[in-house]
């Protein structure tokens, strides 16, 4: 299958700080999903994207590869910018920012709504 996901130049390569995570729920702000919700399958940090689950749908229409094989349509999600998308705290249910605090030894996500770590 054809890749969806556009190179990206080498510097642009850097590890970013990324605060939505995978199987986070999260909420799409902008775009034709606008309002749908989904769980984050992959985290694309390079971009500053994510993949998630049911949202920003693309259709690829493979062409027949062997003859007697029937060409066909691959539905796929494509990465949504992160901007674009808000996670749903699990604690309070809502859309909410996230924040980081120091825990004892490690740095946790923090819901900026009822101060949970998530
Ligand atoms: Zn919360």
């Given at each position: 299958m054809r890749s969806l996901f556009r190179s990206l130049p080498r510097w642009y390569n850097a590890s970013k700080n990324m605060r939505i995570k995978k199987n986070d729920n999260v909420i799409v702000l902008?775009?034709?999903?606008?309002g749908k919700t989904g769980k984050v399958l992959q985290v694309l940090p390079a971009g500053e994207r994510a993949v998630v689950q049911a949202v920003n749908i693309r259709t690829l229409h493979a062409k027949p590869k062997k003859q007697g094989e029937k060409g066909q349509m691959i539905k796929s999600e494509a990465p949504v910018h992160i901007s674009n998308i808000m996670m749903i705290c699990p604690k309070c249910a809502k859309p909410a920012r996230l924040g980081a605090r120091m825990d004892e030894k490690n740095k946790v996500r923090v819901c900026k709504r009822c101060d949970a770590v998530v």
């Open positions: 902008s775009g034709k999903d606008k």
